[in-house]
Each structure stands twice: as structure tokens, then as C-alpha cells.
């Protein structure tokens, strides 16, 4: 396990639920005439954008209000604090990325040309890091927390979709069987 599924469990969860019940909802098929057709899309379009919808708020709350974003980056600077300290480099800090927070953990304080590759290649193992950098190094391309939180909820959406399409083609092959 890793730092993040630990923090944002909840979230992939409750988005695999969601999209299990929009799919349910979404999927399911009625008789219709020439002339409903058009609204049975129009409903099943909006069945499944406020499902994702709502896996997307859920992430969003979950990650600000609720507070697992700052205790996510306190836990992974507790962490990253206690390496710094078995590597007897106390005088180094280490702290996330801020606004937007990031995984990405800021090195900042003496050291020289050799400790300063290798800490950012110890710092990087660090559970929760995405990477590492001194504070004076040019900045890499990486999401935001809260970018990839909402991420893993679209994802573990279309896996409760999948589920919930694979679900209703079981119960219409079945119940081609009742007589």
C-alpha cells in the first residue's frame, strides 16, 4: 500500500459505489417508442454527468473541508523528517510543495554537490513523495494533489460503470430464460 491509497481510499471507493448506481439507473432498459427515444438519451446522459458529478465533489470535499490533503502532506513531511534524520542531515528540511500542494517535496538547507543528488534520489523513496528537488532547482511537470485525487475518481467511476454494464447484460440474458 502507499501513502495516497491510505489518505484516499474513501474517494476510489465511493466512486466505484456511484458509478455502480448511475450505471444501474443509466444501463437499464425500457421499451420505448420511436418518439422517446431522444429523452431515454437525454436521461441517461444526465444520469451519468451528476454521477461523475458527484464522485467528483465527493473527492473535492474529501481532499479540502474534510482535511486529508493537509494530513496527507503532514504525514508525508513526519516521514520525510525522520529519513533526513537516520541520514544524520538534520540541517536539511523537507517540506510538500504548496499552492496548489503537490507531491513533490521542497529540499532546502547545506549540503554539498554529492549529498545533494543523492538526497533527492533517498527523498524520492520516501512513501507519498511523487518526487524530490532542492528548492533552487527549475521546477518539473507534476499534477496537483487534488488533480490526482480527481483523477482516481473518474477512474474508479467508469470501473463501477463497468461493473454495473457488466451486471445488466447478466440480468437480460437471464431473463431471456423465464418463460
Known amino acids: ?20 448506481n448511475a450505471g444501474a439507473f443509466a444501463f437499464r432498459r425500457k421499451t420505448a417508442t420511436r418518439f ?3 429523452s431515454y438519451t437525454r436521461k441517461r ?26 494530513r496527507f502532506a503532514s504525514g508525508v513531511e513526519a516521514r520525510s523528517k525522520k ?9 536539511v528540511q523537507a517540506k510538500l510543495e504548496r499552492g496548489p500542494l503537490r507531491r513533490t517535496l521542497l529540499l532546502t538547507g547545506p549540503a554539498d554537490d554529492f549529498q545533494r543528488t543523492e538526497l533527492v534520489r533517498i527523498m524520492r523513496a520516501v512513501d507519498g ?9 527549475p521546477e518539473p511537470l507534476q499534477l496537483p494533489l487534488l488533480a490526482e485525487v480527481e483523477l482516481g475518481a473518474l477512474v474508479s467511476f467508469g470501473l463501477g460503470l463497468l461493473l454495473a454494464y457488466l451486471l445488466e447484460l447478466r440480468r437480460r440474458s437471464r431473463a431471456q430464460w423465464r418463460w
Open 36 to 38: 422517446q427515444t431522444s
Open 83 to 91: 529519513t533526513l534524520v537516520d541520514f544524520e542531515m538534520a540541517q
Open 45 to 70: 446522459a444526465l444520469i451519468l454527468a451528476s454521477g461523475i458529478a458527484v464522485a467528483l465533489v465527493f473527492g473535492a470535499v474529501w481532499h479540502g473541508p474534510v482535511g486529508y490533503g493537509e
Open 129 to 137: 513523495a511523487g518526487s524530490a528537488r532542492w528548492q533552487d532547482m
Open 1 to 20: 500500500m502507499n501513502a495516497l491509497w491510505d489518505a484516499y481510499w474513501p474517494v476510489l471507493t465511493a466512486a466505484i459505489i456511484i458509478g455502480l
